[in-house]
Nanobody, 125 residues
Framework: QLVESGGGLVQTGGSLRLACVASGLTFSSYAMGWFRQAPGKEREFVAA????????SYGDSVKGRFTISRDNAKNAVYLRMNSLKPEDTAVYYC????????????????????WGQGTQVTVSS
């Protein structure tokens, strides 16, 4: 089970930190990802991190503004979001890829096996 938290309403230029806590999974062995979905749009890749935190990747629209990190001791993955824009408004989902010890975390939605319920992020202009 994956449970996200930390979403909310923020003004343009503001920051938020999302958290996703896993239970019942071998969290420390899995690559983790963040995706988002705005109304009427496809779910898109935001960021991903390898099982040990050694490799990260980001979607083009968030590079330089968002940072993904993880704490395997807490079974948690985080998404720090800075310089938020109205176009960042979406439901944000965390996901786990249960292929063990992936060096390169995947960007494709279909690679992920478990998903959280999502947390709403709204950026006002």
């Amino acid at each position: 089970q994956l449970v996200e938290s930390g979403g909310g309403l923020v003004q343009t230029g503001g920051s938020l930190r999302l958290a996703c806590v896993a239970s019942g999974l071998t969290f420390s062995s899995y690559a983790m990802g963040w995706f988002r979905q705005a109304p009427g749009k496809e779910r898109e890749f935001v960021a991903a991190i390898s099982w040990d935190g050694g490799r990260t990747s980001y979607g083009d629209s968030v590079k330089g503004r968002f940072t993904i990190s993880r704490d395997n001791a807490k079974n948690a993955v985080y998404l720090r979001m800075n310089s938020l824009k109205p176009e960042d408004t979406a439901v944000y989902y965390c996901a786990a890829d249960t292929a063990l010890f992936l060096i390169v975390p995947p960007k494709e939605r279909h690679e992920y096996d478990y998903w959280g319920q999502g947390t709403q992020v709204t950026v006002s202009s």
